[in-house]
């Protein structure tokens, strides 16, 4: 089957999804960067020391976003508009309610601060970035839900606009707040939560639009909405809370290197706002996958979900590649970069970075493929590579090779823990394919047959040809054949003659796709077209146009149009 809309809405997908994962990986280099060089070492530890706590937020948000997205997106598929809205003010409710209990560690700062891992010497810092941050934490939950949500609702444009808003907001605020006002390192953690908080209200705009599918409302989230949110999107939101929990560990074994302790620690800050470069890459093409492969699922596309993998890997591959010789290949000037300036540390930084690069193209397929997991609907693969990769792996690693080699055994655990995950992959692979499990579980429940063809006049012999074959094949009467026809034909010409201008008319890029369905005793015809800024039900035609528009409103038992992905869409029960 062609796989050209498919491919087509990744493409689209992954801009705007890579820009918008990229929003955090800037913010914490911006704030590495400042931190590193106006406050020191000492900032850049607590600013490391700091990162489980966003973590957390991540793991709360992603998990409830990416649960109830996989979902929607299914929904959204399978166009049951009001299951997808149910789900979304599920979402919303459980976000808004975990993120109001994530306030409770202020009331018990020092026990919170000291299972962190800050020191005495570290405290007086600690308190003024942690407090800062912990008190907007509902917004770091609320974020992700509706960022994640907006993609789903066919808007990933202006979730990457949110996320330039973060950017260049916390990049503007911190340089005012800790160089021009000399905040110190609490200015770094207001900056950050000021633009968190700018970029939530750009997102509520999505909600505002005349033709969005998802409305803004809250809805307290059932038992089964609450276990369903979390088993789904606990393979991706759990990798926060496992990164958190491996931070912990390993900042505490390299505290224990008595005064070289803290410069570890801050050679392990380094590496990890390093990672996020990567991690933002390929969190954005695996956003990217998960947003479609969940839509196709529910259109029962197997072509297009296999289309799409193959692109997530080859895109996430090819950058992990680039990155990974650029990392080793300037790695002193990295550490130079985040504030690391004797000779010796700079030369043990170095060592420490190009051996962690050595993973990056395994962490690249690990995480695509865990993301492909998740939106099929293989929730206990995907969450097994997460608590492996991301936790017991680790752990298990770093807790023999720190102690052994320091920092530079850190990389070690790193790098092993991602070769050892992408041997696990391939045995999967070859033990339970997924094209297996996704030929039973996503197949149509009656016959189907879906034709695309170029938008051009040219066509119309061929579908008519093409409709004919099928309606004596499925023994469709002659009455409903040409009812099927004459949608089809006029669908067609009004999309050239009032959607394409004459130049586009030429360019040979815009394609509609007819899907004819079985569904017990009716026939579903499904018209998909990328001309995306056209509605023929809303465009001002001519008298003939718009009587038969209507015509087809009137012969038909449902018709409905809708805007989903980058597509147009109009189903009709015949």
């Known amino acids: ?23 955090l990986t800037v913010c914490t280099i911006v704030d590495a960067t400042l931190v590193g060089n106006l406050v020191g070492p000492q900032g850049l530890a607590v600013a490391n020391i700091s990162t489980p706590v966003f973590l957390l937020y991540a793991l709360l948000g992603i998990t409830i976003a990416v649960g109830a997205n996989v979902h929607i997106g299914r929904l959204l598929g399978a166009s049951d508009i009001e299951g997808a809205n149910k789900t979304f003010h599920s979402a919303l409710g459980l976000g808004l309610t ?63 606009i949110a996320s330039g ?45 005349k033709h969005t599918l998802l409305k803004l409302r809250l809805a307290l989230p059932s038992k089964k909405d609450t276990v369903s949110f979390v088993s789904n999107g606990f393979g991706m939101g759990s990798a926060n809370i496992f990164g958190a929990v491996v931070m912990l560990v390993f900042n505490t074994l390299l505290l224990k290197k008595g005064s070289y ?24 093409s695996a956003s990217a996958l998960s947003t479609v492969t969940a839509f196709l699922t529910g259109e029962s596309d197997k072509d297009g979900i296999f289309a799409v993998l193959k692109k997530a890997l080859t895109v996430a591959i090819a950058s992990a590649v680039t990155l990974s010789i650029l990392a080793f290949a300037f790695a002193p000037a990295l550490a130079r970069f985040f504030g690391i300036k004797e000779d010796l540390e700079i030369a043990l930084a170095a060592k420490a970075i ?39 792996l680790l752990l298990i690693l770093g807790s023999f090779l720190i102690p052994h080699s320091n920092i530079i055994g850190l990389s070690y655990s790193y790098v092993l823990t991602e070769v050892i995950c992408s041997l696990g992959v391939l045995i999967i692979r070859i033990a339970k394919p997924s094209k297996k499990y996704i030929c039973e579980k996503y197949k149509d429940d009656g016959r189907s047959v879906e034709m695309i063809y170029p938008m051009a006049p040219e066509s119309m012999a061929k579908i008519s040809s093409d409709l004919e074959s099928i309606s004596e094949e499925w ?21 050239i003659k009032f959607g394409l201008g004459e130049t586009e008319k030429i360019k040979n890029e815009y394609y509609i796709s007819i899907k004819l369905m079985e569904k017990e005793k009716d026939h579903v015809l499904r018209i998909r077209d990328n001309v995306n800024t056209y509605n023929p039900f809303e465009s001002n035609g001519d008298e003939i146009d718009r009587g038969v528009l209507e015509l087809i409103e009137k012969k038909t038992k449902y018709c409905d149009y809708q805007r989903k992905m980058i597509f147009n869409y109009l189903y009709l029960i015949l």
């Open 1 to 23: 089957m062609n796989t050209d809309f498919a491919s087509s809405a990744y493409r689209h997908f992954l801009i705007w999804g890579v820009c918008a994962s990229l929003a």
């Open 98 to 160: 975990v993120g109001i209990l994530a306030l409770s560690p202020l009331l018990f700062k020092d026990i919170y601060f000291s299972f962190l891992g800050v020191t005495e010497e570290l405290y007086p810092i600690a308190e003024q970035y942690l407090t800062v941050v912990m008190w907007a934490s509902p917004i770091f939950v609320i974020y992700h839900i509706l960022s994640f949500s907006v993609r789903s609702d066919s808007d990933p444009r202006l979730s990457a």
């Open 165 to 209: 808003v973060v950017i260049i907001t916390n990049i503007v605020l911190d340089i005012l707040f800790m160089k021009i006002l000399d905040w110190g390192i609490a200015g770094a953690s207001s900056s950050l939560c000021i633009a968190e908080t700018l970029g939530t209200v750009v997102l509520l705009t999505h909600f505002a639009k």
């Open 261 to 284: 302790g803290a410069l570890y620690v801050a050679i392990y800050g380094v590496i990890y706002t390093i990672s996020t470069i990567p991690t933002g890459l390929f969190d954005g």
């Open 354 to 392: 190009g051996i962690f690069s050595l993973g990056i193209v395994f962490s690249a397929i690990n995480t695509i493929v865990t993301a492909f997991w998740q939106s099929i609907g293989r929730a206990k693969e995907a969450a097994t590579m997460s608590l492996l990769r991301n936790c017991l």
């Open 475 to 495: 023994e469709i009467n002659i009455n409903k054949t040409f009812v099927i026809n004459f949608i089809c034909e006029e669908i067609l010409l009004n999309i």
